[in-house]
């Protein structure tokens, strides 16, 4: 079973702090989404990433794709609290899939 | 924009009756999915369907069933709730004829079995 792990689980930081959120797996994704889900709402994409070293950028936030295409990072810099929110990644089982497996989430509290 | 509706924010239904979820897209997207969300555990997949009465199973499908009888509705089935089913249920949809494609989530429901 491909099994996605996310770390931290929680995160809590001021205003102005940066921070890294890490996906690992030990098996290979054809392509990898982050989400992020804000209370009492579903997900919403933030990005997809598909080639080994992929790196996306979104204002603040930095996305790279592992180079083995198992793992994946989120770098959030001068975090702000409309970060605050729970992030999500999610990698595709195989090429032409549809399905997605998603991560165990890291849940992110900017104070402030 | 893509809306995904959920026809019930919070749910709450008695152990052994017969549950169904409603989950509407308003975008022709041919697939669609039902997911739970626990604590720790992220989003794990009940049932995917990729267009009209067609379904597949996912990874945690015991104790449930699906419909999909039009391409805009896909239902879930709790055929006899049971009190480990108290959770947060996501409906989402995305496009079925181009890879890597967001899947567009509704605001999900909160059953509770009592």
């Known amino acids: 079973t491909q099994l996605l792990e996310q770390s931290p689980q929680f995160l809590s930081i001021q205003e102005g702090e940066n921070l890294t959120v890490y996906c690992n797996s030990s098996?290979?994704?054809?392509?990898l989404q982050w989400y992020r889900q804000e209370p009492g709402e579903g997900p919403v994409l933030l990005v997809t990433v598909v080639t080994g070293g992929e790196v996306k950028k979104l204002k603040r936030l930095t996305f790279q794709f592992g180079d083995a295409r198992k793992d994946s990072s989120l770098h959030i810099t001068a975090a702000q609290p409309g970060d605050t929110g729970l992030y999500l990644c999610a990698g595709a089982r195989s090429p032409g899939t549809y399905k997605y497996i998603f991560g165990t989430g890291t849940r992110l509290k900017v104070l402030a | 924009d893509v809306k995904v509706t959920q026809s019930s924010r919070y749910l709450v239904k008695r152990t052994g009756e017969k549950v169904f979820l409603e989950c509407v897209q308003d975008?022709?997207?041919?697939?669609m999915f039902w997911y739970r969300q626990d604590p720790g555990l992220g989003l794990r997949l009940i049932y995917f369907s990729y267009d009209v009465k067609m379904k597949e199973k996912g990874d945690i499908p015991e104790g449930y069933s699906v419909s999909r009888e039009k391409k805009e509705r896909f239902s879930l089935i709790l055929e006899s709730a049971s009190t480990n089913q108290t959770s947060m249920y996501l409906c989402a949809s995305s496009v079925g004829t181009r890879d890597n494609q967001p899947q567009h989530f509704g605001d999900g429901t909160r059953l509770s079995i009592l």
């Open positions: 098996s290979v994704f054809s392509s």
């Open positions: 975008m022709d997207h041919e697939n």
